[in-house]
């Protein structure tokens, strides 16, 4: 018997026959072009090929994506534990005290958690696009107002860029000796933004995979700080160890001349102004929707506790007079001074880099949608990653003419009215949003059998919410937005300015059911927002009232330059609803409501003008079919 096997027959099977579709094949990736940070390492890995260090690629090539730990929560923790932390906590307890140190930390945390927590709020209700800040108020109360406050953001971000490089100029030079030069502070921050500025156009991929190893540098020098507490002792400089009477005599404020509550706190509170950094970078997140309030809410908790971390131990072991006049009294009290030295130039550079990263990101989106005419150039792009060069080099310009005032108590409250005029505004456009939402709802904009429902836009898997707005046809051109209504209407776009096509629907969700969503409320927002403004008028009333009205001309500017642009999903009337609240309070007041008196008698007159006619239809039926007039002296008929 023949055993040789038969020769392999290459034919095409008609599957058909069987009632199949074929040979099941692996499914292929769809290949987006955006891909992991490390994608290109887990090629060569997988390839078995190895490259020496010299002919690795150093630069960004391929858009690049990030997560909750390496993008939201490092980013906000390297912006949040700033340089103000290393460098003037303890002439914020020296003189505040330690009791009002603890009360500027809560005031802080509480506008910036506020504002955090508004912007997620909006992030739920909304399915927003990349652009950070500027998105959201843009969303909410329109292209025309967010640019102006987008505009005044990217203005804080430069200056506080300035402020980072400042204190960095200011420790290196307290190292070797020369803190009372002021030029050399100004050149070695200068020196350190050009650097920065360099490393931010090349997109260098290097300092992107660092950033976990930096984060981690920073919790090493503060713990090399708290383990100083106990170990040591340096009684010429102030530090004296843990003592009752130190604890005591640093409990109360004595402030230097010319400095009060409200001065301290606008010198500290530029420790919470990043934590915006997440969100500006939510182009470039893998899932933005669940990275951003998770990474955020998470950084603000661990810098809170580091906070009064160092109030605490520096009021417990410092003598007042160190706290006022040594900057770096901290230094002293760790117990590897280089260590802690580290983490202050961590603090500075991350910082900066975000200032310098995250700014110019804003500024393009504004110009693209042609929000302000004058800044169109700076939508432009360059590379892969649409790396916004023009917007950089103005925001490190700003940035360099801040740096030559040179000093961090000057520049503080600079940066700290802007930021907080912006917090505002996110505060205001959540609780808008909220009330709108019910104002819709009210208004019967919903199913009534969708009314219970609840989704999550925040890195959920549930099925699609049911919004208040239904989606436009398919055939249907990009519609633009009026001031009173979120139902599309047609625009012919208006003059030079320019139309920007918005979204074709403009969904608002309700709140859904997750760990945070009972922190995120309107009231609170709103709160927020009013103590925001009160505060920035008691830090500084003068600077207050020139930014305000800078803000408002600006806006004035934008409003005739740019017609046409999308006025958001805000349909809620703050004045009328203050007018509202007003009446109401007068009517309780009172203890009536108003009701109209009649003087005279309101039985009007009733006259038949016509009755159904007879015949032979009707002739078994009663004359019930008439209408009727109705005359009367004090009736409106």
């Given at each position: 018997?023949?055993?040789?096997?038969?020769?392999?027959?290459?034919?095409?099977?008609?599957?058909?026959?069987?009632?199949?579709?074929?040979?099941?094949?692996?499914?292929?990736?769809?290949?987006?072009?955006?891909?992991?940070?490390?994608?290109?390492?887990?090629?060569?890995?997988?390839?078995?090929?190895?490259?020496?260090?010299?002919?690795?690629?150093?630069?960004?090539?391929?858009?690049?994506?990030?997560?909750?730990?390496?993008?939201?929560?490092?980013?906000?923790?390297?912006?949040?534990?700033?340089?103000?932390?290393?460098?003037?906590?303890?002439?914020?307890?020296?003189?505040?005290?330690?009791?009002?140190?603890?009360?500027?930390?809560?005031?802080?945390?509480?506008?910036?958690?506020?504002?955090?927590?508004?912007?997620?709020?909006?992030?739920?209700?909304?399915?927003?696009?990349?652009?950070?800040?500027?998105?959201?108020?843009?969303?909410?109360?329109?292209?025309?107002?967010?640019?102006?406050?987008?505009?005044?953001?990217?203005?804080?971000?430069?200056?506080?860029?300035?402020?980072?490089?400042?204190?960095?100029?200011?420790?290196?030079?307290?190292?070797?000796?020369?803190?009372?030069?002021?030029?050399?502070?100004?050149?070695?921050?200068?020196?350190?933004?050009?650097?920065?500025?360099?490393?931010?156009?090349?997109?260098?991929?290097?300092?992107?995979?660092?950033?976990?190893?930096?984060?981690?540098?920073?919790?090493?020098?503060?713990?090399?700080?708290?383990?100083?507490?106990?170990?040591?002792?340096?009684?010429?400089?102030?530090?004296?160890?843990?003592?009752?009477?130190?604890?005591?005599?640093?409990?109360?404020?004595?402030?230097?001349?010319?400095?009060?509550?409200?001065?301290?706190?606008?010198?500290?509170?530029?420790?919470?102004?990043?934590?915006?950094?997440?969100?500006?970078?939510?182009?470039?997140?893998?899932?933005?929707?669940?990275?951003?309030?998770?990474?955020?809410?998470?950084?603000?908790?661990?810098?809170?506790?580091?906070?009064?971390?160092?109030?605490?131990?520096?009021?417990?072991?410092?003598?007042?007079?160190?706290?006022?006049?040594?900057?770096?009294?901290?230094?002293?009290?760790?117990?590897?001074?280089?260590?802690?030295?580290?983490?202050?130039?961590?603090?500075?550079?991350?910082?900066?880099?975000?200032?310098?990263?995250?700014?110019?990101?804003?500024?393009?989106?504004?110009?693209?949608?042609?929000?302000?005419?004058?800044?169109?150039?700076?939508?432009?792009?360059?590379?892969?990653?649409?790396?916004?060069?023009?917007?950089?080099?103005?925001?490190?310009?700003?940035?360099?003419?801040?740096?030559?005032?040179?000093?961090?108590?000057?520049?503080?409250?600079?940066?700290?009215?802007?930021?907080?005029?912006?917090?505002?505004?996110?505060?205001?456009?959540?609780?808008?949003?909220?009330?709108?939402?019910?104002?819709?709802?009210?208004?019967?904009?919903?199913?009534?059998?969708?009314?219970?429902?609840?989704?999550?836009?925040?890195?959920?898997?549930?099925?699609?919410?049911?919004?208040?707005?239904?989606?436009?046809?398919?055939?249907?051109?990009?519609?633009s937005y009026d001031s009173v209504s979120a139902s599309p209407t047609h625009s012919d776009g208006g003059d030079k300015g320019?139309?920007?096509?918005?979204?074709?629907?403009?969904?608002?969700?309700?709140?859904?059911?997750?760990?945070?969503?009972?922190?995120?409320?309107?009231?609170?927002?709103?709160?927020?927002?009013?103590?925001?403004?009160?505060?920035?008028?008691?830090?500084?009333?003068?600077?207050?009232?020139?930014?305000?009205?800078?803000?408002?001309?600006?806006?004035?500017?934008?409003?005739?330059?740019?017609?046409?642009?999308?006025?958001?999903?805000?349909?809620?009337?703050?004045?009328?609803?203050?007018?509202?609240?007003?009446?109401?309070?007068?009517?309780?007041?009172?203890?009536?409501?108003?009701?109209?008196?009649?003087?005279?008698?309101?039985?009007?007159?009733?006259?038949?003008?016509?009755?159904?006619?007879?015949?032979?239809?009707y002739k078994g039926r009663g004359r019930y079919h008439h209408s009727s007039k109705l005359k009367g002296t004090d009736y409106?008929?």
């Amino acid at each position: 018997m023949n055993t040789e096997p038969l020769p392999a027959v290459d034919r095409e099977v008609d599957w058909a026959r069987y009632g199949l579709d074929g040979p099941a094949t692996p499914a292929q990736p769809a290949h987006t072009g955006v891909h992991d940070l490390f994608h290109e390492d887990k090629l060569s890995s997988s390839s078995g090929e190895q490259k020496p260090w010299w002919k690795s690629n150093f630069f960004v090539r391929e858009p690049v994506l990030f997560g909750t730990w390496d993008g939201v929560f490092t980013s906000a923790m390297l912006n949040i534990f700033g340089v103000v932390i290393f460098l003037r906590t303890g002439w914020v307890v020296g003189n505040a005290g330690i009791g009002l140190s603890l009360l500027i930390i809560v005031l802080t945390l509480a506008v910036a958690l506020i504002a955090a927590l508004s912007a997620i709020g909006i992030c739920e209700r909304l399915n927003l696009p990349a652009g950070g800040v500027y998105t959201l108020l843009s969303s909410v109360l329109g292209a025309q107002i967010a640019a102006s406050i987008g505009a005044v953001y990217c203005f804080a971000q430069a200056v506080a860029a300035a402020l980072y490089c400042t204190g960095f100029g200011e420790s290196m030079a307290g190292v070797f000796g020369i803190e009372d030069n002021t030029w050399a502070i100004r050149g070695i921050g200068i020196g350190v933004l050009l650097l920065l500025l360099a490393i931010n156009i090349a997109g260098v991929k290097w300092v992107v995979k660092l950033q976990l190893a930096l984060l981690l540098i920073l919790l090493v020098s503060v713990l090399d700080f708290a383990v100083g507490t106990f170990v040591h002792t340096d009684t010429s400089q102030g530090f004296w160890g843990y003592s009752r009477s130190l604890l005591s005599n640093n409990t109360k404020p004595d402030y230097n001349v010319g400095q009060t509550f409200f001065t301290v706190f606008g010198v500290f509170f530029p420790t919470a102004t990043g934590v915006f950094a997440g969100i500006n970078m939510s182009g470039d997140l893998r899932n933005p929707r669940a990275s951003i309030p998770n990474g955020t809410l998470m950084a603000i908790a661990v810098s809170g506790f580091l906070y009064i971390l160092h109030v605490v131990m520096l009021g417990a072991t410092c003598t007042r007079d160190a706290l006022k006049h040594n900057y770096l009294i901290a230094e002293i009290v760790s117990v590897v001074g280089v260590l802690w030295l580290m983490g202050l130039y961590i603090s500075s550079l991350s910082s900066t880099l975000g200032a310098v990263y995250g700014a110019p990101r804003i500024l393009q989106v504004i110009a693209q949608e042609r929000s302000i005419p004058i800044i169109e150039f700076l939508g432009k792009g360059r590379g892969t990653n649409n790396e916004p060069i023009y917007a950089t080099l103005v925001v490190c310009f700003i940035a360099l003419c801040f740096i030559l005032i040179g000093h961090i108590n000057t520049l503080a409250p600079i940066v700290t009215l802007p930021f907080m005029l912006t917090y505002c505004a996110v505060d205001y456009s959540y609780f808008a949003l909220a009330m709108t939402y019910d104002r819709l709802l009210e208004g019967g904009r919903v199913d009534p059998q969708q009314k219970g429902e609840t989704t999550s836009l925040v890195g959920g898997d549930s099925k699609p919410p049911t919004p208040l707005i239904e989606e436009l046809p398919p055939n249907e051109p990009p519609p633009s937005y009026d001031s009173v209504s979120a139902s599309p209407t047609h625009s012919d776009g208006g003059d030079k300015g320019g139309a920007v096509s918005p979204p074709y629907k403009l969904d608002i969700y309700r709140m859904p059911n997750s760990w945070y969503s009972s922190m995120c409320n309107r009231w609170v927002s709103l709160i927020g927002a009013v103590g925001s403004i009160v505060i920035m008028f008691l830090i500084e009333w003068t600077y207050t009232l020139v930014l305000v009205a800078l803000t408002m001309l600006l806006h004035l500017y934008v409003l005739k330059a740019s017609s046409g642009l999308t006025t958001g999903a805000n349909q809620f009337e703050l004045i009328e609803w203050i007018k509202g609240l007003r009446k109401h309070a007068r009517w309780r007041r009172n203890g009536y409501e108003q009701v109209k008196v009649m003087t005279q008698s309101p039985i009007p007159e009733i006259s038949t003008t016509q009755l159904t006619e007879d015949g032979d239809d009707y002739k078994g039926r009663g004359r019930y079919h008439h209408s009727s007039k109705l005359k009367g002296t004090d009736y409106d008929g």
